[in-house]
């Protein structure tokens, strides 16, 4: 029988074996968290200010986009923009619909998590009081310039805590990305799971995410202190 030090010795020995194959997973998942956060974030902005627009085509067509893509599943877009595109391109000719995982993958997160950032952009901007947007006009700011400079750098202080929020899902959504077989964190685990019949990857797996959204953690709190006291040095001026 094994005693206590052989276990942990044999334990530790393979978890040196599964840590390159989760490194590897670990270094695609931020890939796909980076670039995701680096597009939805702007693209955002302008699908709320449209949703909130004055002409109806274009705030009808934001609300739509928001709809649909808050409404359905992620992992059914995921299916859908990857499998579902490739089909309808393989029968009907039209190679620019099929796309590799990888940029599959970031289109879908993009767009997804872009109409999330447009509802917490919008309800972000509709909570300034209109009082602002007077003051603005009597002064003869024009309205791109009275959202430049009045609306949009005070409605960046309020976001804050739902867009870290979304941010930190985003962070876990990844995973999601095994469906289409995109060789990141969670695949590696579950492959290595399989393969071993182990459950230890899964173990370190878990411990890679904490870890990820303990980083995030601290630097949203770091961020929504620096605004604040920013926003107390404002009020007591």
Known sequence: MQSFVERMVEF????????????NGTVET??????????????????????ISRIPPLKWLCRGYVWLFRGTPLMLQLMFFYYGLGIIGNKYGLGF??????????????????????????????????????????????????MRMIIIPQTIKRILPPVSNET?????????????????????????????????AYLITAVIY?????VLTLFSN??????????????SA
Do not use: C, H
């Open 12 to 23: 530790w020995a393979y978890v040196l074996v599964l840590l390159p194959s989760l490194a």
């Open 30 to 51: 931020l890939k796909v968290f980076a670039l995701t956060l680096a597009l939805s974030l702007p693209l955002g902005l302008p699908v709320a200010l449209g949703s």
């Open 97 to 146: 619909l099929i796309m590799d995982r990888f940029p599959a993958a970031i289109l879908t997160f993009a767009l997804n998590y872009a109409a999330y950032f447009a509802e917490i952009y919008r309800a972000g901007i509709q909570s300034i009081d209109y009082g602002q947007y007077e003051a603005a006009k009597s002064l003869g700011f024009r309205p791109w310039q009275t």
């Open 168 to 200: 930190i899902t985003l962070v876990k959504d990844t995973g999601l990305v095994m469906v289409i077989a995109l060789p990141e964190l969670m695949k590696a685990a579950k492959d290595a799971a399989n393969r071993d019949v182990d459950t230890t």
């Open 210 to 214: 904490l870890l990820l959204t303990l």
């Open 222 to 235: 770091w961020l929504e202190k620096r605004y604040s006291r920013f926003e107390a040095k404002e009020e």
